[in-house]
């Protein structure tokens, strides 16, 4: 079945720091893929998404790049600010999944100043 | 402000009870989603329902059961609580069935005691 794989957490980073949190997926279709974010005590927002291959989501200064030859979707943002820390959560829809959508295990970003 | 709106927002029971979770979706959006969020930040998704419908199922246990009305409001039954069900209950919602961009509430944070 599908599935998404993230790095584990938690990422402690510093201000000004470049950031990159791995995402890789399993899927049987062609799937849509996702980055959300959760800040402490808020829901989940949709911060990313990316629909075909080659596809670069952006948003916020975070960017991703659908690499389907990789099969992964990076995060990667250029200098991360203490406002980043959060839960980064990466995700796919996917026919095979009936379009549900299959979560990562969440990635918790800790931005020292 | 995602226009996704939970109550209550913080619940404290004892084992054995039930409970009910409330969900309003943003205007106009037609599918109404159940999360459940452990402590070490897991997403385990619960039901989905579209117009009313149940649409998809998840890791939803037999004690909990969940439905859509007419207005599109949903709400979770949660009975015979457990310790282990203290969790964050998130809904979310989104205009279509079939789509990977999802909006959330804040959460309703269930304490079993």
């Known amino acids: 079945g599908d599935s998404v794989t993230q790095m584990e957490g938690p990422v402690t980073l510093s201000e000004e720091a470049f950031l990159t949190i791995n995402c890789t997926y399993t899927?049987?279709?062609?799937?849509?893929l996702f980055w959300y974010v959760q800040y402490p005590g808020e829901g989940l927002q949709l911060l990313l998404k990316?629909?075909?291959a080659d596809d670069k989501g952006s948003n916020k200064g975070f960017e991703a790049t659908y690499r389907k030859e990789t099969t992964s979707f990076h995060l990667e943002k250029g200098s991360v600010q203490v406002s980043d820390s959060a839960v980064y959560f990466c995700?796919?829809?996917?026919?095979?999944?009936?379009?549900?959508?299959?979560w990562g295990a969440g990635t918790k970003l800790i931005i020292k100043p | 402000d995602s226009g996704v709106t939970q109550t209550p927002k913080h619940l404290i029971t004892a084992t054995g009870q039930r409970v009910t979770l409330r969900c309003s979706p943003r205007?106009?959006?037609?599918?109404v989603y159940w999360y459940q969020q452990s402590l070490d930040q897991g997403l385990q998704f619960l039901i989905h329902?579209?117009?009313?419908?149940?649409?998809a199922k998840g890791n939803i246990l037999e004690r909990f059961s969940a439905q859509q009305f007419p207005d599109l409001h949903s709400e979770l039954n949660l009975s015979s609580l457990e310790l282990g069900d203290s969790a964050l209950y998130f809904c979310?919602?989104?205009?279509?069935?079939?789509?990977?961009?999802?909006?959330f509430g804040e959460g309703s944070r269930l304490t079993v005691l």
């Open positions: 899927a049987t279709g062609y799937p849509s």
């Open positions: 995700a796919l829809s996917d026919p095979g999944s009936n379009y549900q959508l299959i």
């Open positions: 329902y579209y117009n009313g419908e149940e649409r």
């Open positions: 979310a919602s989104s205009v279509a069935q079939a789509t990977g961009e999802l909006f």
């Open positions: 205007s106009g959006d037609l599918s």
């Open positions: 990316a629909t075909k």
